[in-house]
């Protein structure tokens, strides 16, 4: 089935080269090392009705995502339907960073046990969530990626973290937000100790599409 049937998520540019952009008082979050999945919200009445992976529906069949509804409905459909139901949203998309202990780049492996964090929501005709209203409203109730901080997001904060001088980074990194809904701008920046592991794992092609993507 076609992506547009449920909201997708937003390419988040890494921040390199041409494509910097900066971005004063960003809210930090640790990158998660994972994949992305989605749960689509439709009011208390109808609940959460669908699951998908960043590109397509989720086949329950699916030899590595179709333990994402099991996980969902163990861990996080009490807690979210009554935080959607206390804002009274009747309709969202909440996005998760799927993974486990060992998940690199995209890759998981099948004995781990694995889990959902939540980064993401988009409530409709308002876009996704801003960063400081996302913490006020889930920081402490669910399960969210580490805050490392406010910072400006400049080259040097960049390269900072490309060192791995950053305390609260994931081995991966980490994403930067400010604005909401339309206005909402995010950027990643990636470590060089994770960009030198994808290369003894990968091949160089596939290698520099992950380090880029």
């Known amino acids: ?99 486990g202990p060992n998940s690199f780049a995209g890759n998981h492996e099948p004995e781990d046990p694995k889990g959902l964090t939540l980064i993401d929501v988009a409530i409709h005709k308002r876009g996704i969530m801003g960063p400081r209203n996302f913490l006020e409203i889930f920081d402490g109730k669910v399960a969210v990626p580490n805050l490392v901080g406010v910072r400006n997001w400049s080259r040097e904060f960049v390269e900072e973290v490309w060192r791995g001088e950053v305390e609260g980074a994931s081995f991966e990194g980490v994403v930067g937000k400010a604005g909401s809904g339309h206005h909402l701008i995010m950027a990643k920046a990636k470590t060089r100790a994770w960009i030198e592991r994808l290369k003894t794992v990968f091949d160089p092609k596939e290698a520099e599409r992950l380090a880029n993507s």
């Open 1 to 99: 089935m076609p992506n547009g049937i449920m909201k997708s998520y937003p390419s988040i540019s890494r921040s390199t080269g041409q494509s910097f952009r900066a971005i004063p008082n960003a809210v930090i979050f640790e990158k998660l090392d994972g994949s992305l999945v989605r749960v689509e919200w439709m009011g208390p009445k109808n609940s959460w009705t669908k699951f998908g992976t960043k590109e397509r529906l989720l086949d329950p069949s699916d030899p590595v995502f179709g333990i994402v509804p099991v996980i969902f409905r163990q861990h996080w459909e009490e807690p979210l339907s009554r935080i959607a139901t206390d804002q009274r949203w009747e309709r969202g998309v909440f996005f998760f960073e799927f993974w």
